[in-house]
Nanobody, 116 residues
Framework: QVQLVESGGGLVQAGGSLTLSCAAS????????MGWYRQAPGKQRELVAT???????NYADSVKGRFTISGDNAKNTIYLQMNNLNPEDTAVYYC??????????WGQGTQVTVSS
């Protein structure tokens, strides 16, 4: 059973920074991708950033230049460094992972609140 545990959310003022972490356990084979999604109240869940096992990254246009995703394969952990946060970044942030032989697994989410 794959489990994802997120940490690092919280309350920050606009212009501030936060770093999210997501640790995966229970691997079921070769991992295809890990990443972060977010869901704001009344909105659909949207992609924030993803990283493959080969460290190829992808970002939503809204976070390019402000957020950085990175991974530590030895620890099965990914990070999301978020800089220059603004109130529009307020959301529940979910960690996701997908293996070549499975669908997506999701964490329980961590709240990020940016005050103006």
């Amino acid at each position: 059973q794959v489990q994802l545990v997120e940490s690092g959310g919280g309350l920050v003022q606009a212009g501030g920074s936060l770093t999210l972490s997501c640790a995966a356990s229970g691997s079921i084979g070769t991992r295809k991708v890990m990443g972060w999604y977010r869901q704001a109240p009344g909105k659909q869940r949207e992609l924030v950033a993803t990283i493959t096992s080969g460290t190829s990254t992808n970002y939503a246009d809204s976070v390019k230049g402000r957020f950085t995703i990175s991974g530590d394969n030895a620890k099965n952990t990914i990070y999301l460094q978020m800089n220059n946060l603004n109130p529009e970044d307020t959301a529940v942030y979910y960690c996701m992972t997908q293996y070549y032989i499975s669908g997506a697994y999701w964490g329980q989410g961590t709240q990020v609140t940016v005050s103006s």
